[in-house]
């Protein structure tokens, strides 16, 4: 396990230096609105055939739907809202779904450089809220987290930027995204402080792997590549400074068949700590299937 860990956090350092190379203009359609999509968070269900250590699920969906505002498709700078719900059903009496994490927020992108070109620099800013719904008390009575019911609520800023390019010889589009996500003390529950992180490192690199024939405006990705990590800076936890708990990674394999219009299957290897809301304190390794939707299209 600490081999995979090692190979996925190590490829993120190095993707961001294979971007020296420079890609001539070409006419794909990278605009700023398919950018920021691609690089918006996946809608996605999952099957009930999760392997690992996370509970026995029915299914977990992540509902993201995203509304652009702009001045116009050309524009330099857009936003993005988005009423992010992640809902998880459990394989139990009665098929419970148990505090949903509702993530609303809003996400502002500004395109740097040459717009004809298929080479690009998207600098982003991200306010968003992070909560459960409940109100209940944040510790049971013998003083272990109260899932069921307990109170969690977090607000927090992202900064970053996203850096886009097109290889014609594969014939694929990359991205490399890295952005800062900051929680300040004031803005989160008191007792989150210490056992939440409110510094994170995010680096994430995403490959769609387009077709070789058809229009350029008709270009479906066949499938894709993710790989994810995020890096815990903050005193949490007693942890060491290095310690591998404060690394999270992903990696997704998304594949588009013919037969399918707007959907597609993936399957994806998580390891770190829960991001359902207050189920933070739990530890994930789980490899699990599902169907995504398609996000790039030209």
């Known amino acids: 396990m600490k081999k995979v860990l090692y190979i996925l956090f190590g490829f993120s350092f190095l993707i961001t230096s ?75 009496y009665s098929y419970p779904v148990r505090t949903p994490s509702y993530m609303p927020q809003l996400s502002f992108y500004y395109l740097t450089g040459d717009k004809k070109s298929a080479n690009h620099i998207t600098v982003f800013g991200r306010i968003a809220h992070h909560s459960n719904g409940q109100n209940g008390d944040f510790f049971n009575e013998d003083g272990t987290v109260n899932l069921l019911s307990g109170n969690f609520a977090t607000n927090y800023m992202e900064l970053g930027f996203i850096r886009t390019s097109y290889s014609k010889i594969r014939n694929a589009v990359k991205f490399y995204k890295t952005s800062l996500e900051m929680h300040p003390k004031s803005w989160m529950l008191s007792e989150l402080h210490g056992r939440y992180s409110g510094l994170r490192w995010h680096n994430t690199f995403h490959a769609f792997k387009l077709p070789l024939t058809g229009s350029s405006t008709t270009k479906k990705p066949h499938f894709s590549l993710k790989v994810e990590t995020t890096w815990m800076f903050d005193a949490i936890n007693n942890w060491d400074t290095f310690s591998l708990n404060r690394l999270n990674a992903g990696l997704t394999f998304y594949y588009h068949p013919k037969f399918l219009e707007d959907i597609g299957f993936f399957v994806q290897f998580y390891h770190g700590t829960d991001y359902y809301n207050i189920y933070f304190q739990n530890k994930l390794d789980v490899i699990r299937f599902g169907l995504m939707t398609e996000i790039l299209r030209f």
């Open 18 to 92: 294979s971007y020296s190379q420079s890609f001539k203009k070409d006419t794909l359609g990278l605009n700023l609105t398919k950018i920021a999509l691609a690089n918006q968070s996946d809608s996605y269900v999952t099957f009930p055939l999760d392997i690992g250590n996370i509970a026995p699920l029915m299914f977990e969906a992540n509902i993201s739907p995203s509304f652009v505002i702009r001045e116009r498709k050309d524009a330099r700078l857009m936003a993005v809202l988005t009423s992010q719900i992640i809902i998880r059903m459990y394989n139990e």
